[in-house]
């Protein structure tokens, strides 16, 4: 029988836990499920006890909680890590952020893709349930809208929530598997990307592997989203300079940025009253100032603020 570890990380949320929790009970699998989960808050720990007392209260799989003791999303996902191999049996692990929970088919979606394409990593689609009030210029924006893809091999993945890895894959790559320098800007998950492309890993893409995800009233506004760009193009270029260091793709990077900052303000003007298009250019604007930021060595910490309970 395949053995599959599910790996959580999580921090302050446990409501949201605990309905992945419940969720995780409703797959429909003939594989056996441990289910790791990493408490990356080491003070309050509410996620590691929700584990704890739902273990006590005879939950369907077993359940093996962790502290990650260390602040930062890329060291709670390495805390996942080792302690997911650490499950000698375990051919795959899976990773669910806190805040996404899976359809019963979930898994089952994964494997099927999995032996059909014969990935080392992939990813399933994740259906965004936006808070009522959400603006129609956020659809399409980073954090706000639906990331789905079709089921086929693809060139590089999307982010690190609903993930499926091969154990081989995860072995085949040295500690610590996410870069702690990302601990508090994300990008943790591209970089770990970028690292397994290098190694000649193969990637696919599991559409009907699906997860869910709210996304709370705060991350609507136009303050936020513009945030989340700005922090996207910091990350974007970080991790460009960390894998892509040749003069020319230098070159053709920074002209690039020059571009979109010029023109940017110029649509900006002219698309003002096309509120999609208007807030589109705002966004590129922002991104393109978050990889100027990074060029500068400054970073921006979005994971220092929690969102949804």
């Known amino acids: 029988m395949l053995e599959v570890v599910v790996a959580i990380p999580t921090f302050r949320r446990p409501r949201s836990l605990a309905r992945l929790l419940e969720a995780i009970e409703r797959i429909e699998t003939e594989a056996h499920i441990v289910v790791v989960v990493a408490d990356n808050d080491a003070e309050c720990h509410e996620g590691h006890d929700l584990c704890l007392e739902r273990r ?11 502290i990650a003791p260390e602040r930062g999303i890329a060291q709670a996902r390495n805390v996942l890590v080792a302690r997911a191999l650490s499950h000698r049996n375990a051919d795959f ?90 601990g508090l800007t994300g990008g943790e998950d591209r970089d770990f990307f970028e690292r397994l492309a290098k190694a000649g890993k193969r990637f696919a893409w599991a559409d009907e592997a699906t997860a869910y995800t709210v996304v709370p009233a705060a991350r609507t506004s136009l303050k ?50 096309v509120p999609n298009r208007a807030a589109d250019a705002l966004r590129r604007f922002s991104r393109n100032l978050g990889k100027v930021a990074a060029l500068l060595g400054r970073h921006y910490n979005e994971y220092a603020v929690t969102h949804g309970e």
């Open 56 to 66: 006590t209260q005879g939950y369907r799989w077993p359940l093996d909680p962790v």
């Open 93 to 182: 692990v899976a990773m669910l952020d806190d805040d996404e929970w899976p359809s019963p088919q979930w898994l089952d979606e994964f494997l099927r893709v999995q032996r059909q394409t014969g990935g080392d990593a992939l990813q399933g689609s994740i259906l965004f349930d936006v808070a009522s009030g959400a603006r129609s210029w956020a659809a399409g924006f980073d954090g706000v809208s639906s990331i789905r893809r079709p089921t086929a091999p693809v060139a590089m993945l999307e982010g690190a929530g609903n993930l499926l890895l091969t154990r081989a894959c995860l072995e085949s790559l040295e500690a610590p598997w996410f870069d702690p320098a990302f």
């Open 224 to 273: 936020w989203t513009l945030a989340r760009a700005y922090r996207i193009g910091n990350c974007d270029m970080r991790i460009f300079l960390k894998h892509r260091p040749g003069r020319f793709a230098r070159a053709k990077e920074y002209a690039k940025i020059v571009l979109a900052l010029l023109l940017s303000p110029v649509l900006l003007v002219i698309l003002a009253a």
